[in-house]
């Protein structure tokens, strides 16, 4: 199966009713973990890359890493993604590349840290949308900020600064014609979201509802939507690793957010806990080993059943098979 467009993944999870987990990847283990998952669970993907991955990997090495993923997994529908691009010339550079969306975080300026001004937000998005369309690429878009730093590209705080705003959200969809939206409502990116687990003080989920209720065809992304569950920490701890205790955004929560118009959940720190997690056992049990698979395989391993288990409980367990690639170029031809 050919690299599918956002656009026709998120319609199919609004139409079933479930979310779609965005995974983001560095290298080719984590996409093996992912496609692997999706496998046994049946499930479509997004697999997304940001601008620090794809700079760390060189992104043209991910993209063929993505083709192999699609040649080898042809019953997955499979969406390559572009997260937080941070000006519209990456967001050219990534669909040019062949990503078949891509998202335009307008929120922050250029330099990914300053908080943008709403008209300037509009006209990037605006721009995007016009180059991606044409050719059948999805846009996701960001109102409001986030909280966090993640790969150098955050306005950091806790998240609950620049909660975005329900009349601007509507306001934002009807002038740039985006796929999905992006919203801020108390969480961040990173391991360290909140110092208990979050309730309706620190996790806005009603401001989420609100925005769903005004855009009710608008599909919704969680960013910084991590759990960073206590087993995770505790293995990494449990051979010789510091982290502080610390709370991410509970599954129930992503389910209730699921019922309310989320239709794409981006999770990438539970991956990595799971990862490190993994060879840090290897190297304090076995430190005689040497050979990179002795402790990349079970890394891989741990990333996969952590991706299983949340395809499962976001819903899109069972639905790779559901539908037929549409080709972008038919996509855009929608778009008119
Ligand atoms: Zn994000």
Redesign the pocket.
Known sequence: MPLVSMRQLLDEASKGGYGVGAFNVNNMEQIQAIMEAARETRSPVIIQASRGARSYSQDKFLYHLMLAAAELYPEIPLVMHL??GNSVETCKSAIDLGFTSVMM?GSLMPDGKTPSTFDYNVHATKEVVALAHAKGVTVEGEIGV?GGI?DGHGAGGTGLEHVTDPDQAVEFVEKTGLDAL?IAIGTS?GAYKFSKKPDGSVLKMDVLIKIHQRLPKTHLVM??SSSVPKDLQDVINQYGGKLKPTWGVPVEEIQLGIRNGVRKI?VDTDNRLAITGAIRKVFVETPEKFDPRDYLKPAREAMKKVVAQRMTQFGQAGHAGDYQPIPLAQVAGQYN
Do not use: K, S
């Open positions: 997260d937080h975080d986030l993640e992006a990116h960013h910084g981006n």
